[in-house]
């Protein structure tokens, strides 16, 4: 969520959802991007569109330590510079050629990126475990009024189901949607997580109900 600072984190993935050698897409309040592993492991978080043609770049695929665009394979780095365009082997891609990238950090089994220049590491979730990720039609102030509780300047909420207390992160989208983010505590088990899950799922149609009435009042 924003914070008074120049710019702050959003967390727009599980770690166990971006496996090595893959790209998807995630979503921020600033817009859409692409986030990738490489090979080895590194995350990266890169602006969208090719320069090219403007192809989305999370259409595309990794290989090795480079992204690479799916209409003419334009290959990117991790610092966004271009690395290869296919039509012109013998060619070395000037520094002009790049795209953007963002600060990525992986923490808690949990991938952030930053919007704008944070001044300070990604907040950490003391322990709690990532479960499963969900999107609702609904902002945050219809999760936080569904659940009778307000997230914390880090988009941590806690609120009160039928199978206890559970404990959401939530990430703000650019088109009014919000991300949510289910996290268990260390101690609990598979009937927790099942709980926790279903808890989620009632409060996001909670949450878009509110939002459903409220645009339409």
């Known amino acids: 969520m924003p914070s008074a600072t120049t710019g702050f984190w959003t967390p727009v993935a599980l770690s166990r959802d971006l496996p090595a050698g893959t790209v998807m897409t995630a979503r921020t309040a600033a817009g859409s991007i692409a986030l990738w592993r490489s090979a ?4 990266s978080a890169s602006a ?3 320069p ?3 192809m989305r770049l999370s259409h595309g695929f990794v290989r090795g330590e480079a992204l690479s665009c799916i209409y003419h394979g334009w290959s990117y780095g991790q610092a966004g510079n271009c690395l290869r365009i296919p039509a012109h082997p013998g060619l ?3 520094e002009t050629i790049r795209v953007a990238t963002h600060d990525v950090e992986e923490a808690d089994n949990v991938i952030w990126v930053a919007v704008g220049t944070p001044a300070a590491k990604p907040p950490r ?3 709690l475990i990532p479960l499963r ?3 609702a039609l609904a902002g945050i102030a219809a999760i936080e009024a569904a659940a009778g509780a307000k997230a914390s300047p880090e988009g941590l909420l806690e609120f009160n189901a039928t199978s206890g207390t559970i404990c959401l ?7 009014g949607q919000t991300l949510i983010h289910v996290l268990l505590k260390p101690d609990t088990g598979p009937a927790a997580g099942i709980g926790a899950s279903r808890a989620a799922e009632s409060l996001r149609r ?9 645009i339409g009042q």
């Open 125 to 127: 979730l003391e322990g």
């Open 92 to 94: 070395a891609p000037p």
């Open 40 to 43: 080895s492991g590194c995350i």
């Open 206 to 214: 909670r949450a878009e109900d509110l939002q459903r009435k409220e």
């Open 52 to 54: 090219h043609r403007g």
């Open 133 to 135: 990720s969900l999107t």
């Open 169 to 175: 992160l939530l990430s703000a989208q650019e088109d």
């Open 48 to 50: 969208d569109r090719c």
